[in-house]
């Protein structure tokens, strides 16, 4: 073998080796860019099964939140039908002790028992002589009028029984 053919043969192999090595680089850069991309998919599948299970969640909250306020609307509904009808009757109770307080005080400012029988009986819608018990006739209703008078105390609330 002579150096020129020694030396094309060395050039053909210093070629072929460079092209393999070519080739291997190449196929390495092409297995990273699948790796990658592998990565990649995986990444974005699992982020897209993690937000389908976000929204499922949302919703839940979502549905939830609503039947709870509107169990919370009807409950404080309820709260006020409640409270309302509780603030009537101590509405109604107070306006019956306001009416209570100024009969007495009525009764109180009057001089004679009699009148304040006679106008206690007219607030009731009775007749003067059915509340005290005598007749317009009775002559003596007066004399036992102010006989019951000296017996009974000086302020009452309501009638007194003879």
């Known amino acids: 073998m002579k150096a020129e053919e020694f030396e094309k043969i060395k050039q053909a192999e210093k070629e072929h080796l460079r ?7 190449t196929v390495r850069q092409l297995e990273r860019q699948k790796k ?10 699992s982020i897209t099964e993690k937000l389908d299970v976000h929204d499922e969640m949302v919703q839940r909250l979502a549905v939830d939140a609503a039947l709870n306020e509107a169990r919370l609307e009807i409950a404080l509904e309820q709260s006020d039908e409640a409270d309302q009808k509780a603030q009537l009757a101590r509405d109604e109770e107070d306006l019956a002790k306001a009416r209570a307080r100024q009969v007495v005080g ?19 819608g009775e007749s003067p002589s059915s509340a005290t018990g005598r007749t317009a006739s009775d002559p003596g209703s007066t004399a036992r009028t102010s006989e ?15």
């Open 19 to 25: 092209k393999l090595r070519k080739l291997k680089d």
């Open 148 to 162: 019951n008078q000296d017996k009974l105390p000086e302020k009452t609330i309501g009638r007194m029984k003879p």
């Open 106 to 124: 009525r009764i109180r400012k009057t001089d004679e028992p009699s009148k304040s029988i006679e106008f206690v009986s007219k607030q009731e």
């Open 36 to 45: 990658v991309s592998r990565a990649i998919s995986d990444m974005t599948s």
